[in-house]
């Protein structure tokens, strides 16, 4: 089985990417760049797995949507993670998601509870572009006064989705666009409006 | 594995140089250093309980032709685990074994027996035979 290596330099690189991620998630909607060199087994993108490599353990389940599923990627997952990849969204702390326009319903996924809101799951979408596609005009904490962003594929009725996770606070899921080499973030806390 | 591991890392460096050219090979997973927990059991059959905590250094090296090998050494010396690894790896790979076995198994097999023996020797020469005199009671 060709097992394709890790990061090269596992502290340096799981640090700036988890600066990326963190500036993403603090910033909604602003892109944040995630460079590496990682070749991992398709149909992982390389963004998904620099963010796999900087946040999974072995204490975070990860679910996988239907074509990720694979032996070649969850044995990449599991040497260099340790994380359990698991059947149940549910059980999920993070959800890798290859074609996010069919991406289950949001509350198919651990949504967290009133006391631990924390105990949600965190789903990496893997989009092919961060340039193209719908605008998405977002406000919320973390934003100065609106931003865009745009991607694609994304679910058709995301807006809706949105919504709905977002009448949810504090519990609700984050959301991690990735594309190879770029993050942006759409956490719980933001809010969709239509007005350009 | 067991040969590997007691071998100095200086000694491993050499005789790999000596193994050259060696096949390409990638690092799979850079050396690293943790903790590992160690069990213990009383008695042999005990329940288990945790002992403490060994430094161990790990690595992972895959060669060209995917051979996987692995290092595991007590200790923080990363490059012996790399070297430890490289050589696990080409103990599998068909085309290399012989050469390694005779190369770098056979000297370090040698060498460690040998300091086993002087051991062995140094502790024996300071043997006490404890008897007990037989005291006649006539």
Redesign the interface.
């Known amino acids: 089985?060709?097992?394709?290596?890790?990061?090269?330099?596992?502290v340096l690189e799981a640090q700036s990417a988890f600066r990326s991620i963190m500036e993403a998630s603090a910033r909604p909607g602003t892109v944040c760049p995630l460079d590496s060199t990682l070749a991992p087994p398709a149909p992982l993108s390389r963004g998904a797995a620099v963010i796999a490599l900087t946040l999974f353990d072995q204490d975070t389940a990860v679910w996988l949507d239907a074509p990720l599923p694979g032996d070649d990627l969850t044995y990449w997952l599991r040497?260099?993670t340790r994380a359990p990849v698991v059947t149940d969204p549910q059980r999920a702390a993070f959800a890798i998601l290859s074609r996010p326009e069919q991406a289950p319903p949001f509350d198919a996924f651990a949504l967290g509870t009133l006391e631990y809101p924390d105990r949600s799951t965190t789903l990496i979408l893997q989009v092919d572009s961060l340039e193209r596609g719908r605008p998405l005009v977002l406000t919320g904490p973390g934003i100065k006064d609106r931003v865009t962003l745009r991607a694609e594929p994304l679910p058709a009725d995301l807006p809706r989705r949105l919504a709905a996770n977002r009448a949810l606070f504090p519990r609700g899921i984050d959301l991690h666009l990735v594309t190879g080499s770029r993050v942006a973030a759409l956490p719980r806390s933001v809010t969709l409006t239509d007005e350009a | 594995m067991a040969v590997l591991v007691e071998a100095e890392r200086q000694e491993l460096a050499s005789l790999l140089a000596g193994l050259e050219p060696l096949p390409a090979h990638?690092?799979?997973?850079?050396p690293?250093t943790g903790l590992v927990m160690l069990q213990g059991r009383i008695g042999g059959d005990g329940s288990p309980f945790n002992l403490g905590e060994a430094t161990v250094s790990r690595a992972v090296v895959?060669l060209e032709s995917?051979e996987?090998g692995f290092g595991y050494v007590l200790g923080r010396d990363r490059e012996k685990a790399r070297l430890v690894a490289l050589c696990d790896a080409l103990l599998q790979s068909e085309s290399c074994r012989p050469a390694v076995e005779a190369k770098i198994l056979a000297p370090l097999r040698e060498r460690i027996h040998d300091e086993h023996r002087q051991v062995a020797a140094r502790t024996a020469a300071t043997r006490v035979d404890f008897f007990t005199l037989v005291r006649g009671d006539n």
Do not use: K, N, W
């Open positions: 089985m060709a097992l394709s290596p890790g990061f090269a330099d596992p040497f260099h | 990638e690092i799979v997973r850079q690293e895959r995917g996987m």
